[in-house]
């Protein structure tokens, strides 16, 4: 190929500037597209929009007592009647009646201890009850021939029939006879009383119910020796421990500063952490006076109104001191969102729900005033978060940022 053959080839850029025109205004504009739809996103996530900085409150589920609580105190359900039932001598356990969760009425029979060598001394006392009064019988028969013979010695005497040493002699019978049965008497009433010595041992030997309770604990097995010291190693002192649930109180510690928060008869709310949801009525006992000195509080005995049998001893509970009764309508929680989160205008209520990082404007409709909150009947529920106090700074829709 010749110089002048390579000159003559070029490219003609016209041809291909007209021909590239078209792709790059399609490019461009979907470059543009692309950077207004980011622009928008970005708008949207706040990105470009100053957030407006807001406090916020939950709406919560609430007692309506909570609104009128004066104090509140922890403490325990505990037994105000409670024994560890014991036996009084020491013997080996050879019966039981009972375990845990038993109900037992006064009286009855819980336990029995060996006491072979106990009855073996009641028989011993029967025995010599009985020789007793065979012996005051005897001499009840000696009295009554004495006294016919001093009485028929007395009249021959008088008579001159007979001496007067036999009348001496009479006279003297009739006295013995006499002393004797009075001390046949004095026989048999010290049996007797050795008797009830000896049934009274016996029952020792019988462990039976001081009051009507159920048993909490089971503390010795059959087998065990059971004694009133339960020094030795292997000997228990109490059987079992019983309590009795009708006398069930929470008692908590008031602080000194809130002492005077409480009053006696003052009701109460009362709620235990193994049912959570329920609230049972209750008011104070007794305010026990004496302090603690090493935490500076005051014992307080609040009393059920109404005890269950789901209440049990040593429960942990709650207590709330009202500064009125709970009424019917206050029984049932309701649900609640602060006062100052509601917007009221032109007759018609609204909240602004936090949704994402934007506040937005939900109709509420609204039932009582509880002591700075107001009862939700429809609207946001329990656990949405509104703005507190939003005033005419927020609208709905704007971007918010919580504040710490």
């Known amino acids: 190929m010749t110089e002048n053959d390579l000159t003559q080839l070029h490219i003609d850029k016209s041809l291909l500037s007209r021909r590239s025109s ?24 706040g990105v470009l929009t100053p957030a407006i900085e807001v406090q916020v409150a939950s709406v919560q589920k ?4 909570q609104t009128f609580t004066v104090l509140n ?3 325990y359900v505990v037994a105000q009647r409670k024994a560890a039932v014991a036996s009084k001598i020491t ?5 039981l009646a009972v375990e845990e969760g038993s109900r037992v ?6 336990a029995r201890l060996e006491s072979d060598d106990a009855v073996a001394t009641k028989h011993q006392a ?12 005897q001499t009840a028969a000696e009295l009554d021939d004495a006294t016919l013979a001093y009485h028929r010695s007395q009249k021959l005497a008088a008579e001159g029939f007979i001496a007067r040493s036999d009348l001496d002699a009479a006279t003297a019978r009739f006295r013995r006879a006499r002393a ?7 026989d048999v009433a010290n049996s007797r009383a050795a008797l009830d010595a000896a049934k009274v041992s016996l029952e020792y030997a019988y462990i039976k119910a001081p009051f009507d309770a159920v048993v909490l604990t089971k503390n010795a097995d059959i087998g065990d020796i059971v004694t009133p010291i339960g020094a030795a190693s292997n000997a228990k002192a109490a059987v079992v421990t019983l309590a009795d649930m009708a006398s069930l109180q929470v008692e908590v510690d008031v602080s000194e500063s809130n002492i005077e928060k409480v009053h006696r008869g003052q009701p109460c709310e009362i709620y235990l952490d193994a049912l959570p949801n329920e609230r049972m ?3 104070v006992h007794m305010i026990v006076p004496t302090a603690d000195r090493t935490r500076a509080s005051i014992m307080v005995k609040i009393a059920f109104n109404r005890l269950r049998p789901a209440i049990l001893p040593e429960m942990s509970a709650k207590v709330a001191f009202l500064s009125h009764a709970v009424q019917e309508s206050e029984k049932e929680p309701v649900t609640a969102a602060p006062d100052t989160a509601v917007v009221r205008h032109d007759g018609q209520s609204w909240v602004y729900k936090i949704a994402g990082n934007r506040a937005v404007a939900m109709p509420v409709r609204l039932g009582r005033r509880l002591n700075g909150l107001d009862e939700v009947l429809s609207g946001p529920g329990a656990g949405d978060k509104v703005v507190i106090a939003p005033g005419n700074r927020i609208h709905s829709g704007d971007i918010v940022k919580i504040a710490p």
């Open 62 to 65: 609430i007692f309506p007592s």
């Open 22 to 45: 078209p792709q790059k205004r399609l490019g461009l504009l979907l470059f543009l597209a692309a950077a207004i739809a980011g622009i928008g996103y970005l708008y949207h996530k």
């Open 73 to 75: 105190a922890s403490g």
């Open 105 to 110: 009425k006064k009286g009855d029979l819980i």
């Open 91 to 95: 013997g080996r356990l050879v019966y």
């Open 281 to 283: 009525s209750g008011k």
């Open 126 to 137: 029967e025995a010599a009850l009985d020789a007793a009064r065979h012996r005051l019988e």
């Open 180 to 186: 004797g049965v009075a001390v046949g008497q004095s």
